[in-house]
């Protein structure tokens, strides 16, 4: 965008989007402006005055928010935001849901080189990568392709936040062909090293389930890490599972990437107290 001498930032995802939080934190130090389109996955979910993401995306000074209903073509509703603006004399720089792109996949290349340093200074051999995957599958793609091409052939676990796994599997299996095409490097992946699970999804996308209440409250009351309600602590809570389920034996080393969102949690405190409240009334009868 800085290179292309933008001054105006537009993106997509949902309501309570870390991406959009992070894109508008970006442009916030740069001093750009920035524009969002958010898609209302849950109907009747959006409230401008919410806490959470909401509250920061206002804290850091967004130029406008437009909200969308679900199923709505995001690229779309993008196009018609960035055409809005240049005709009001902006340059434009447009990022695609979750920053999907080639490009935006080297981030999680770069975290795969990361984690292989660090477990090599810590003399650790992984056994498994467990982390949330959903949105535009830039995360376990990046990783995947580290990985190969560092010659490790660790396994990657994705646990679906929101898409059933076939979905999932297919969105992050071409974005990672379409990232090694971006490199120039050989198209080296499986598809079978694309791994998915899609048992901890609950109700829906963002939608609380007792597992992921569970799977942070732990988290938070052991070892003082704070999950998010959407996609890490569902991935923490499909990760419990896999290990209850004898997936995992003692004394592998399984490495939990933390993909961040603490800010989600306080948009999410009903469900926590709903559950303290369930689990006091049982404990009385």
């Given at each position: ?26 442009a916030s ?23 959470g ?5 206002h ?50 290349v ?32 990046g ?7 560092s ?12 898409s059933?796994?076939s ?15 971006f ?5 080296s992946l ?7 699970y ?8 963002s ?22 309600p ?31 969102g ?9 469900a926590?107290?709903?559950e ?10």
């Amino acid at each position: 965008a800085l290179a292309q001498k933008a001054d105006t930032l537009i993106t997509c995802a949902s309501v309570q989007s870390n991406h959009c939080r992070l894109t508008l934190s970006a442009a916030s130090i740069e001093g750009l402006k920035c524009r969002l389109a958010l898609e209302q996955r849950v109907p009747g979910s959006y409230d401008s005055k919410a806490s959470g993401n909401n509250f920061l995306f206002h804290l850091l000074g967004v130029e406008q928010i437009e909200v969308y209903p679900g199923g709505t073509d995001m690229d779309a509703a993008m196009a018609e935001l960035a055409e809005n603006a240049t005709g009001e004399g902006r340059n434009v720089y447009v990022i695609t849901l979750g920053a999907g792109t080639p490009l935006g996949v080297l981030g999680y290349v770069a975290c795969s080189h990361e984690i292989l340093a660090q477990a090599n200074d810590q003399g650790v051999q992984l056994d498994a990568i467990v982390h949330a995957t959903g949105g535009s599958g830039g995360t376990q793609a990046g990783l995947l392709i580290g990985l190969l091409g560092s010659q490790q052939s660790i396994p990657v676990i994705g646990i679906c936040s929101g898409s059933e796994k076939s979905v999932q599997i297919d969105r992050v299996d071409s974005l990672a062909r379409r990232t090694m095409d971006f490199l120039q490097v050989p198209d080296s992946l499986s598809r079978n090293l694309v791994t998915c699970y899609d048992d901890y999804i609950g109700p829906g996308y963002s939608l609380p389930t007792p597992e992921m209440v569970e799977a942070v409250t732990l988290m938070a009351s052991t070892e003082g890490i704070l999950l998010d309600p959407v996609y890490s602590g569902k991935a923490m809570a499909g990760l419990i599972d896999l290990i209850r389920n004898k997936h995992f034996t003692r004394g592998q080393n399984v490495l939990f990437l933390h993909t961040g969102g603490t800010p989600a949690l306080y948009h999410f405190t009903s469900a926590f107290f709903r559950e303290q409240r369930t689990n006091n009334t049982a404990d009385f009868e």
